[in-house]
Protein backbone atom coordinates (compact mmCIF):
# COMPACT_ATOMS: atom_id res chain seq x y z
CA UNK A 1 0.00 0.00 0.00
CA UNK A 2 1.81 3.42 -1.06
CA UNK A 3 0.51 6.37 0.28
CA UNK A 4 1.16 9.94 -0.78
CA UNK A 5 1.68 12.46 2.12
CA UNK A 6 3.47 14.81 -0.09
CA UNK A 7 1.93 15.63 -3.42
CA UNK A 8 2.70 19.46 -4.92
CA UNK A 9 0.15 18.79 -7.82
CA UNK A 10 -2.92 16.81 -5.90
CA UNK A 11 -4.32 15.85 -3.14
CA UNK A 12 -2.27 13.83 -0.21
CA UNK A 13 -4.84 11.63 0.91
CA UNK A 14 -4.65 9.33 -2.42
CA UNK A 15 -3.65 5.53 -2.23
CA UNK A 16 -2.28 3.22 -4.69
CA UNK A 17 -2.08 -1.12 -3.96
CA UNK A 18 0.51 -3.12 -5.42
CA UNK A 19 1.18 -7.09 -5.23
CA UNK A 20 4.86 -8.33 -5.61
CA UNK A 21 4.77 -10.08 -8.76
CA UNK A 22 7.84 -12.07 -11.09
CA UNK A 23 8.06 -8.76 -12.96
CA UNK A 24 8.06 -6.23 -9.91
CA UNK A 25 5.37 -4.44 -8.58
CA UNK A 26 2.23 -5.00 -10.36
CA UNK A 27 -0.95 -2.35 -9.92
CA UNK A 28 -3.96 -4.25 -7.74
CA UNK A 29 -7.10 -2.67 -10.24
CA UNK A 30 -9.26 -3.86 -7.38
CA UNK A 31 -8.29 -3.32 -4.33
CA UNK A 32 -11.64 -3.86 -2.38
CA UNK A 33 -11.74 -7.44 -4.29
CA UNK A 34 -7.94 -7.82 -2.83
CA UNK A 35 -8.68 -6.74 0.77
CA UNK A 36 -12.16 -9.23 0.52
CA UNK A 37 -10.38 -12.40 -0.81
CA UNK A 38 -10.22 -14.44 2.21
CA UNK A 39 -13.71 -13.96 2.44
CA UNK A 40 -14.29 -16.19 -0.30
CA UNK A 41 -12.20 -18.92 1.21
CA UNK A 42 -13.35 -22.24 2.39
CA UNK A 43 -13.55 -23.89 5.71
CA UNK A 44 -10.68 -26.40 5.68
CA UNK A 45 -12.60 -28.76 7.77
CA UNK A 46 -16.26 -28.42 6.28
CA UNK A 47 -15.57 -26.80 2.82
CA UNK A 48 -18.26 -24.26 2.92
CA UNK A 49 -17.15 -20.73 2.83
CA UNK A 50 -17.24 -18.89 5.85
CA UNK A 51 -18.23 -15.43 5.03
CA UNK A 52 -21.62 -14.73 6.79
CA UNK A 53 -21.05 -17.77 9.48
CA UNK A 54 -18.43 -16.43 11.67
CA UNK A 55 -19.21 -13.86 14.16
CA UNK A 56 -17.07 -11.17 14.84
CA UNK A 57 -16.38 -9.78 11.31
CA UNK A 58 -18.26 -6.75 9.11
CA UNK A 59 -17.22 -5.52 5.72
CA UNK A 60 -16.67 -1.60 5.90
CA UNK A 61 -17.74 0.53 3.02
CA UNK A 62 -15.01 3.44 3.15
CA UNK A 63 -13.15 5.95 1.24
CA UNK A 64 -9.71 6.09 0.59
CA UNK A 65 -8.94 9.41 -1.20
CA UNK A 66 -11.38 9.12 -3.91
CA UNK A 67 -10.94 5.66 -3.73
CA UNK A 68 -14.09 3.62 -2.78
CA UNK A 69 -12.23 0.35 -1.01
CA UNK A 70 -14.11 -2.38 1.30
CA UNK A 71 -12.08 -3.87 3.88
CA UNK A 72 -13.21 -6.50 6.55
CA UNK A 73 -13.53 -5.31 10.15
CA UNK A 74 -12.79 -8.41 12.69
CA UNK A 75 -13.36 -8.49 16.24
CA UNK A 76 -12.95 -10.84 19.39
CA UNK A 77 -14.34 -9.90 22.33
CA UNK A 78 -13.24 -12.73 25.14
CA UNK A 79 -14.16 -12.21 29.45
CA UNK A 80 -11.33 -10.81 31.31
CA UNK A 81 -9.09 -12.16 33.58
CA UNK A 82 -7.19 -9.19 34.73
CA UNK A 83 -8.23 -5.90 37.10
CA UNK A 84 -8.07 -3.29 33.35
CA UNK A 85 -9.55 -5.02 30.02
CA UNK A 86 -7.08 -5.19 27.67
CA UNK A 87 -7.46 -3.74 23.93
CA UNK A 88 -5.34 -4.82 20.94
CA UNK A 89 -5.92 -2.62 17.85
CA UNK A 90 -4.49 -2.92 14.44
CA UNK A 91 -5.28 -0.33 11.61
CA UNK A 92 -7.56 1.87 13.69
CA UNK A 93 -7.90 4.57 16.19
CA UNK A 94 -7.58 2.70 19.84
CA UNK A 95 -9.55 6.31 21.48
CA UNK A 96 -12.38 5.98 19.02
CA UNK A 97 -12.74 2.50 19.77
CA UNK A 98 -12.98 3.46 23.54
CA UNK A 99 -15.44 5.83 22.24
CA UNK A 100 -17.50 3.17 20.48
CA UNK A 101 -17.10 0.32 23.70
CA UNK A 102 -18.72 3.47 25.86
CA UNK A 103 -21.55 4.29 23.66
CA UNK A 104 -22.62 0.43 23.51
CA UNK A 105 -22.55 0.24 27.37
CA UNK A 106 -23.56 3.44 28.26
CA UNK A 107 -27.03 3.88 25.45
CA UNK A 108 -27.66 0.36 24.48
CA UNK A 109 -27.59 -1.53 27.85
CA UNK A 110 -24.56 -3.72 26.81
CA UNK A 111 -21.14 -4.56 28.69
CA UNK A 112 -18.88 -4.60 26.13
CA UNK A 113 -16.49 -2.25 27.63
CA UNK A 114 -15.79 -4.73 30.76
CA UNK A 115 -14.37 -7.44 28.26
CA UNK A 116 -10.98 -7.35 26.35
CA UNK A 117 -11.22 -6.35 23.12
CA UNK A 118 -8.92 -7.08 19.95
CA UNK A 119 -9.78 -5.31 16.91
CA UNK A 120 -8.06 -5.67 13.07
CA UNK A 121 -8.37 -3.92 9.88
CA UNK A 122 -7.80 -7.16 7.55
CA UNK A 123 -5.24 -6.81 4.61
CA UNK A 124 -3.14 -3.86 6.50
CA UNK A 125 -5.08 -0.92 5.62
CA UNK A 126 -5.55 1.65 8.24
CA UNK A 127 -8.39 3.31 8.31
CA UNK A 128 -8.82 7.16 9.92
CA UNK A 129 -12.21 8.42 8.97
CA UNK A 130 -15.34 7.94 11.38
CA UNK A 131 -17.07 6.64 8.88
CA UNK A 132 -16.04 2.82 9.87
CA UNK A 133 -18.13 3.91 13.26
CA UNK A 134 -20.52 1.60 12.32
CA UNK A 135 -19.07 -1.69 10.80
CA UNK A 136 -16.80 -1.02 13.51
CA UNK A 137 -19.74 -1.68 16.31
CA UNK A 138 -21.24 -3.75 14.28
CA UNK A 139 -18.17 -5.99 14.61
CA UNK A 140 -18.01 -5.92 18.41
CA UNK A 141 -21.89 -6.86 18.75
CA UNK A 142 -21.62 -9.77 16.68
CA UNK A 143 -18.97 -10.82 18.57
CA UNK A 144 -20.68 -10.29 22.04
CA UNK A 145 -23.99 -12.11 20.98
CA UNK A 146 -21.77 -14.71 18.72
CA UNK A 147 -24.34 -13.39 16.00
CA UNK A 148 -22.86 -12.76 12.33
CA UNK A 149 -23.51 -9.78 10.27
CA UNK A 150 -24.89 -11.58 7.04
CA UNK A 151 -22.70 -12.04 4.57
CA UNK A 152 -23.80 -10.00 1.83
CA UNK A 153 -24.14 -6.78 4.26
CA UNK A 154 -22.16 -3.58 4.15
CA UNK A 155 -21.86 -1.23 6.77
CA UNK A 156 -20.89 2.31 7.14
CA UNK A 157 -21.79 5.52 9.36
CA UNK A 158 -20.65 7.69 12.08
CA UNK A 159 -21.78 7.34 15.85
CA UNK A 160 -22.06 10.39 18.07
CA UNK A 161 -22.00 10.28 21.62
CA UNK A 162 -26.22 10.14 22.09
CA UNK A 163 -26.16 6.38 20.27
CA UNK A 164 -27.03 8.50 17.09
CA UNK A 165 -25.77 7.29 13.25
CA UNK A 166 -24.51 10.46 11.15
CA UNK A 167 -24.72 10.58 7.95
CA UNK A 168 -20.59 10.49 6.12
CA UNK A 169 -19.90 11.90 2.76
CA UNK A 170 -19.47 10.10 -0.54
CA UNK A 171 -22.50 7.80 0.12
CA UNK A 172 -23.27 7.59 -3.03
CA UNK A 173 -19.62 6.13 -3.80
CA UNK A 174 -19.21 3.34 -0.96
CA UNK A 175 -22.72 1.95 -1.89
CA UNK A 176 -21.85 1.81 -6.16
CA UNK A 177 -18.14 -0.14 -5.23
CA UNK A 178 -20.45 -2.65 -2.55
CA UNK A 179 -23.09 -3.27 -5.29
CA UNK A 180 -20.27 -4.02 -8.18
CA UNK A 181 -18.55 -6.44 -5.89
CA UNK A 182 -22.00 -8.53 -5.36
CA UNK A 183 -23.25 -6.84 -1.80
CA UNK A 184 -26.86 -7.06 -2.05
CA UNK A 185 -27.66 -4.93 1.23
CA UNK A 186 -26.10 -1.95 3.30
CA UNK A 187 -26.73 -0.79 6.77
CA UNK A 188 -26.23 3.14 6.60
CA UNK A 189 -27.42 6.09 8.43
CA UNK A 190 -30.51 7.56 7.22
CA UNK A 191 -30.19 9.96 3.77
CA UNK A 192 -32.49 12.28 2.38
CA UNK A 193 -35.38 10.81 0.32
CA UNK A 194 -34.98 7.33 2.16
CA UNK A 195 -33.98 5.52 -0.68
CA UNK A 196 -34.55 1.69 0.17
CA UNK A 197 -32.82 0.32 -2.77
CA UNK A 198 -30.22 2.12 -4.86
CA UNK A 199 -30.25 2.28 -8.82
CA UNK A 200 -27.70 -0.90 -8.67
CA UNK A 201 -30.30 -2.73 -7.09
CA UNK A 202 -28.81 -3.04 -3.77
CA UNK A 203 -30.96 -2.61 -0.65
CA UNK A 204 -30.48 0.57 1.77
CA UNK A 205 -31.24 -0.45 5.47
CA UNK A 206 -31.26 3.60 6.95
CA UNK A 207 -30.15 2.91 10.99
CA UNK A 208 -30.48 6.09 12.89
CA UNK A 209 -29.56 4.81 16.30
CA UNK A 210 -26.93 2.50 17.35
CA UNK A 211 -29.13 0.20 19.09
CA UNK A 212 -31.44 -0.50 16.34
CA UNK A 213 -28.19 -2.33 15.12
CA UNK A 214 -28.02 -4.27 18.65
CA UNK A 215 -31.58 -5.24 17.60
CA UNK A 216 -30.63 -6.86 14.11
CA UNK A 217 -27.64 -8.69 15.71
CA UNK A 218 -29.00 -10.20 19.34
CA UNK A 219 -30.82 -13.36 19.98
CA UNK A 220 -34.81 -12.93 19.66
CA UNK A 221 -35.28 -11.92 23.25
CA UNK A 222 -32.78 -9.56 23.30
CA UNK A 223 -34.24 -7.82 20.41
CA UNK A 224 -36.98 -6.93 22.71
CA UNK A 225 -35.00 -5.41 25.02
CA UNK A 226 -33.33 -3.62 22.76
CA UNK A 227 -36.53 -2.26 20.89
CA UNK A 228 -37.61 -0.90 24.18
CA UNK A 229 -34.00 0.76 24.86
CA UNK A 230 -34.30 2.58 21.41
CA UNK A 231 -37.76 3.74 22.10
CA UNK A 232 -36.52 5.04 25.09
CA UNK A 233 -33.63 7.15 23.38
CA UNK A 234 -35.40 8.72 20.30
CA UNK A 235 -38.22 9.48 22.47
CA UNK A 236 -38.86 13.63 23.10
Known sequence: ILRAVKNRFGATD???????????LVEVPNPS????AERSQPDPETGEEMAGKTAGAAVFAGI??????????QALVAPSLLGTPRRAVVGWDATRLAMITAVL????????GAND??????????????????AVAAALVSALTEMP????????????????????????ARLKEAAKLGFAEAWTPIRGGRKTRTSEGLAVTPISHLSEL?????????????GAQQRLATAP
Open 214 to 226: VARLSPPRRRIAA
Open 14 to 24: EIGVFEMSDCG
Open 117 to 134: IYLNIAGGLRIVEPAADL
Open 149 to 172: VPAETVVFGEIGLSGRVRPVSHAD
Open 64 to 73: EGTRPVLVEV
Open 105 to 112: DARCGLSV
Open 33 to 36: ALFL
